[in-house]
């Protein structure tokens, strides 16, 4: 049903048509209304049979739902930012141990200076834990995201982070196509576990793993990614089929086929993104979009092929590797290894730093004429940067940089509009 | 596509008032999208949500910065923070309060608008009425859906049914109706002033 709902509720809703048997979690903003959300569904008994546990931690939120789906329970948590870094250790056991989980990220920045608002560093920062990573653009693919989540996962017995940006998805109002209980149940069939925790058929799961055997039980979650590039497509495809939209795949693409000059992101800046291209190519531009949904497995070979036409290309990505430049970028690059592709990094969005349309029609000139530097930060204040850079040289007690830099900007706290 | 930044404090509603308001613009078969500051909100500190209502799609993610409309919540905040940033010249201005522009300071900047964009509303006055309670916002979407001619008051009407229900809801019903029929009288007169 067409409805115009809160990214939140409307995550909630999609989660509770899945019928998880555990939810638990604990409050984080920005995805707090998530789960209230969810809690208030298994209180009124509009969702059951589903037990709602109220942890003490993160990693007490990953490590009931680790037992939870090892007992063959169908298991969903969300959480963000120092939230999903408390909870890291749990996060790469769950992958380790092959546990179907699926994970709302409510995409925010991470610490210090603390930050409650959206970039992707959370998500990013385990991108090497064996979790599959599927980043929304908006909140209709958030959504339909949530149920290919739960299928795509327990087919490879593998958990999957569903990401959306913090506050910019989760917190805002549009209408959304709520599925009906019939064409989720058509679509996701219930959860058959390839091992369970069963008294009556005692198991250990979890056993030490020396020299001997780890490499090959790691590289069985590599294999499941590589599975996973197969399955998302075609999982997609049936999504459709029953649904009777496009939703997700591996990447999608907009105004790409004779586009010189293409820009590449995650989540919900290409819609921002797309809006500034029509603009442009009114003005006789020929550029166009590429859109990465699945970070984790990441797809190599259409990355490459939807490059394979431009001239150059542009990573615009809520993200640093601080020491290196991007994250998505490198990734990006490793795709079109070999073609001569021209490449550019642009950071920006991070801790919810507006990413405005003047601000990308200047910077997607800037790459179609390739005057950018390989890497550039959107909308830096280098003034600021710079005075703080100039005062550590000038005095040893320069100070703690974070209020130096509020400081010289005349902000008194963080608290602003915009 | 028409944009709405609605200026307010903590506790007055102002992320509510623009999540009703999306649902009415959805409600009449309009895309729409609403959002707040995304500000650590305390009871007190200046908030501001956005609303965008559109017949297309709305993939746009920036916060609003040239709106088509101003509701401003707090009069006080006029002189605290800079509202009419990126303001259009032919925009609507709507303020909760009981004094003129003049009174407010505003004498100069109004000149050369069109004085039937530029309404006030004694809304927290209509809230304590209606609802006994000092709540601006929905009183503030009635004198909106005047103003503007954006939306009409029933759907506003169904927006607070949808979100409240008993005595709140009717209460809320009753204010928006009566701040819709304020400004629409304060509309007709700035046209035959005009």
Same mark, same amino acid.
């Given at each position: 049903m067409l409805k115009q709902v809160e990214g939140s509720k409307a995550v909630a809703e999609s989660v509770a048509l899945c019928h998880p048997e555990v939810i638990c979690a604990y409050p984080i903003s920005p995805q707090t209304h998530i789960v209230e959300a969810l809690g208030k569904m298994v209180k009124a008994g509009e969702l059951a049979p589903c037990e709602f546990i109220n942890v003490e931690s993160e990693f007490a939120a990953m490590s009931v739902a680790i037992g939870a789906s090892a007992a063959g329970a169908r298991s969903y948590t969300a959480t963000a930012s120092q939230g999903l870094l408390f909870m890291a250790e749990a996060v790469y056991n769950a992958s380790g141990l092959g546990l179907p989980i699926v994970m709302t990220v409510a995409n925010r920045a991470i610490g210090a200076p603390i930050n409650i608002w959206n970039d992707h560093s959370d998500a990013l920062s385990q991108r090497d834990s064996g979790w599959l990573q599927l980043f929304a653009e908006n909140n209709q693919e958030a959504v339909d995201l949530h149920i290919q989540a739960f299928r795509l996962g327990e087919e490879l017995s593998m958990p999957v982070m569903v990401c959306m940006d913090g506050f910019i998805l989760t917190h805002a109002f549009e209408q959304v196509d709520i599925p009906s209980q019939e064409q989720v149940d058509a679509y996701l069939p219930p959860f058959d576990p390839r091992q369970v925790l069963d008294p009556a058929e005692p198991i250990s799961i979890g056993a030490m793993v020396g020299p001997e055997a780890f490499m090959e039980v790691r590289y069985l979650a590599h294999a499941k990614q590589l599975q996973a590039l197969e399955r998302i497509p075609q999982l997609a495809k049936e999504f459709k089929d029953v649904f009777g939209r496009d939703s997700c795949g591996l990447v999608q693409t907009y105004c790409a086929d004779d586009a010189e000059t293409m820009i590449v992101a995650m989540g919900s800046v290409l819609g921002t993104i797309k809006d500034v291209v029509d603009e442009m190519r009114a003005d006789g531009h020929r550029i166009g979009v590429l859109g990465i949904t699945s970070y984790r497995p990441f797809p190599l070979a259409e990355v490459r092929a939807a490059l394979s036409r431009c001239k150059r290309f542009l990573v615009l990505e809520k993200s640093l590797a601080v020491g290196l430049g991007g994250i998505l970028a490198t990734d990006v690059r490793m795709a079109v290894t070999g073609t001569g592709l021209k490449g550019f990094t642009t950071v920006a969005g991070l801790g919810g730093r507006p990413i405005p349309k003047a601000s990308l029609h200047q910077l997607f000139r800037e790459a179609a004429q390739e005057t950018l530097a390989p890497v550039s930060f959107l909308d830096l204040d280098w003034n600021a940067v710079n005075k703080q850079l100039e005062r550590e040289r000038q005095t040893r007690h320069s100070g703690p940089r974070a209020e130096n830099i509020l400081h010289d900007k005349g902000i008194a706290s963080a608290a602003k509009f915009g | 596509m028409f944009q709405v930044r609605i200026h307010g404090r903590g506790g007055q509603g102002v992320v509510t008032a623009a999540e009703m308001l999306s649902v009415a613009a959805f409600g009449e078969g309009h895309h729409a999208q609403a959002f707040p500051s995304? @500000? +650590?909100?305390?009871? @007190?500190a200046p908030v501001v949500s956005f609303c965008r209502i559109s017949d297309r799609e709305i993939r746009l993610r920036e =916060?609003?910065?040239? =709106?088509?409309a101003l509701i401003i919540q707090d009069p006080t905040l006029l002189h605290q923070v800079d509202v009419f940033a990126g303001f259009k010249h032919d925009g609507y201005v709507l303020i909760n309060t009981a004094r003129s522009f003049d009174e407010l300071g505003l004498g100069e900047l109004i000149q050369g608008h069109d004085p039937a964009h530029w309404c006030t509303v004694p809304a927290t006055e209509i809230g304590l009425k209606h609802l006994g309670r000092p709540i601006p916002n929905v009183p503030l979407l009635g004198g909106f859906a005047a103003i +503007? @001619?954006?939306?009409?008051l029933e759907s506003v009407i169904k927006a607070i049914n949808s979100k409240f229900s008993g005595k709140v809801a009717e209460g809320n019903i009753a204010a928006a109706t009566e701040a819709c029929q304020i400004v629409l009288a304060e509309k007709q007169a700035a046209a035959q002033g005009a």
């Open positions: - | 995304f @500000g +650590s909100e305390r009871t @007190g =916060p609003i910065m040239e =709106p088509d +503007s @001619g954006i939306i009409k």
